[in-house]
């Protein structure tokens, strides 16, 4: 086995490290996802770690974790994966690469995920048009995924896809989900040609969502939690969306409006 | 006007910073509300504070600030609230007794708001029985007000209802709610007898959620995010919900879960 690697230095854990800001994980095309869950989720969708980190000390010993490390083993052997460099650190250089204050003690550096193609069958996008906070652009994506959205793009605006809380809340969802992030509207006018409808989702909105067609072509936008979609967005609205409050209550929070109407879709969909 | 506070042992102070603990809180029947939107929200509702910090220089001078202001100063000349004190503070003291980063500029010490009659209407009861999360919980309380659940109650094994990051995400929702915290299912069994169904929101679930009746008395249970609901709550429980998942996700975030399922209720009640 390899030695423990106990200096903050080293240059894989290093660049780990760079990969909290945006600008190096735009360069490096890659990110990097901890804990068991999260990276069970990446491998069993065929995602290759350029590198993994290991803390013994912190893992633990249950099943998942064996499972984990039976599966990233066989995926190293396999083929693309054989020049991945597993590194046994210690917890405290797990602690420097990891953005929660108890690391689980296994961390991996992945390539972006973009290349899965969009799920066959009638498109349901979902278009994030500058949804700020990474807790809900992470749900969002989760819960997309769950109620079996096509694809997903963010606007420039929007908060980076592997923003590390994004990615935390997502729990591996951008790994089995079409992807692609700082999309123009240009690009996207592209992607929704085929759609009969594209709907966005604001406090201000008209056409009550369960009244909405959802069982053809449909794309949904969903804007900033302070101020909505944008300009841009809303020209290419057929409609913006009502989800009716009870409660004097002026607006859900954004994660939850997009899963109440993602699922509504979802329901209409199955007929 | 009043000096400016300058000193963190201000008595007030103290007491505002005490009530970051759960133990403080439930002693006091307090907790603190930070923020513009969440405390027009309180006041908006009818609750009383008992003491209001004003730190000018963080505040801005926005008109919903001045509508605020406007507000607590009406409430206080009043009648109950006539006692109320008012402190200014320094940016400093304000930092010391908020839980953000970047304190708003007004803080307030209020009183538990348990005394909000259950709504009228068919009831549709929501209980947290054991959620861990204080964002979840916070959120959830924000989306049962939208959707026209008529009450919400806490069992002991759930995050303190009072706790400043459920308040903070319930943004003014626990003024607008009938709430109970800490409730034993002995006393629960009461709350529910007029109930037709007691629902059970658990990934392994078998009752479709959308083909359940929502249109009578009803409850629903949601449960710890990783054990889900309890065993006592198995027992009363007609029968555990699933929400059909795409993707091979295994669940969604319980916030998000109970949120799909409370909209399913408001759509079949709106008919």
């Given at each position: 086995m390899v030695t423990t690697v106990t200096s903050l230095d080293n240059p894989t854990v290093k660049l780990a490290r760079s990969l909290s800001k945006r600008r190096d994980r735009q360069r490096e095309r890659a990110f990097v996802v901890e804990g068991v869950r999260a990276l069970s989720e990446a491998v069993g969708a065929g995602a290759i770690p350029r590198a993994i980190f290991i803390a013994r000390e912190l893992l633990g010993d249950g099943e998942a974790q064996e499972r984990l490390l039976v599966a990233l083993t066989e995926s190293r052997e396999a083929g693309p994966g054989r020049h991945m460099r597993v590194l046994e650190v210690t917890p405290q250089v797990m602690k420097s690469l990891s953005e929660t204050d108890a690391p689980q003690g296994i961390a991996a550096i992945l390539p972006f995920p973009e290349s899965t193609p969009p799920k066959a069958g009638t498109p349901l996008i979902v278009i994030a048009d500058g949804v700020r906070d990474p807790g809900n652009l992470g749900t969002m994506l989760r819960t997309a995924l769950g109620a079996g959205a096509t694809a997903l793009y963010t606007t420039p605006e929007t908060v980076d896809l592997y923003n590390p809380k994004v990615v935390r809340a997502a729990m591996g969802a951008h790994f089995r989900l079409a992807l692609r992030s700082n999309v123009g509207w240009d690009a996207l006018d592209e992607e929704l040609i085929g759609c009969d409808s594209i709907w966005g989702a604001d406090a201000g909105g008209e056409q009550l969502y369960t009244a909405a067609d959802w069982t053809t072509p449909t794309a949904l936008i969903v804007g900033n939690e302070?101020?909505?979609?944008s300009p841009e967005a809303r020209e290419r609205c057929t409609d913006l969306l009502a989800i009716p409050l009870a409660g004097e209550l002026e607006s859900l929070n954004a994660a939850v409006a997009s899963a109440v109407i993602l699922f509504e879709a979802a329901r209409q969909r199955r007929g």
């Open positions: 302070d101020r909505g979609i």
